[in-house]
């Protein structure tokens, strides 16, 4: 089955500096990326997905990178707020699979320091 | 506003006590799951339904139990033969084979 390896389990970074979290997965056929945001005391929120017929997508001060052939996705987040602080989750999964269950990173707390 | 909505927010259960946790959706998402949060881990999938009157366990389903009699709805019981259930419990559901929409958590307290 799919298995998502997720890098790193912390980041500290400085407010106005760039982060980068990182996802590998093994199942070649996993077309669907999407990452989630969880602040402390909440469920997780999608902030962006990617397919795999696109190599890089970006909203705002977000992006997100595929390189299907090395099997691995990255999150990029520029000029950090410290509101960017929270823990991150990669996923993977065969989008419109008949099980199409998603398999989660085991996430990255992202702080921003002032 | 359509979304995902579980309760109650906090949940106190004594020893050998079973409780239920609620779930319900109005997005007309076809798959429900839940899934377990310790502090400081990722998510563990407890069981999941892809359709009404079906569904599957998850990677750590002992001491828990589910139903499925309406699309909108995905209860979870954790039972008395869960040993250690003081945790955050999520709910998500999806279309089929899509990403997830999570609800706000319940956070579940052993006293």
């Known amino acids: 089955g799919e298995n998502v390896e997720q890098h790193p389990s912390t980041l500290s970074v400085q407010e106005g500096d760039s982060a980068v979290i990182k996802c590998t997965y093994s199942d070649s056929a996993s077309n669907y990326f999407p990452w989630y945001k969880q602040e402390l005391g909440k469920g997780p929120q999608l902030i962006i997905d990617i397919r795999s017929n696109v190599g890089e997508k970006k909203d705002q001060r977000i992006a997100v990178t595929l390189n299907k052939t090395a099997k691995h996705f990255s999150l990029h987040i520029t000029e950090t707020q410290p509101e960017d602080s929270a823990v991150y989750f990669c996923a993977a999964s065969i989008y419109g699979g008949s099980q199409g269950n998603l398999i989660f990173g085991k996430g990255t707390k992202l702080s921003v320091k002032p | 506003d359509g979304g995902i909505t579980q309760s109650p927010k906090y949940l106190f259960r004594k020893e050998g006590q079973n409780v239920t946790l609620s779930c319900e959706q109005n997005l007309n998402h076809d798959a429900m799951y839940w899934y377990r949060q310790d502090p400081g881990q990722g998510l563990r999938l407890i069981y999941y339904?892809?359709?009404?009157?079906?569904?599957q366990k998850g990677d750590i389903a002992e001491g828990y139990s589910v139903s499925r009699e309406k699309k909108e709805s995905f209860p979870l019981t954790v039972t008395s033969a869960q040993k250690n259930p003081t945790a955050f419990y999520l709910c998500?559901?999806?279309?089929?084979?899509?990403?997830?929409?999570f609800g706000s958590g319940t956070r579940l307290t052993v006293v």
């Open positions: 339904s892809q359709i009404v009157n079906d569904f």
């Open positions: 998500a559901s999806s279309p089929r084979g899509s990403g997830y929409t």
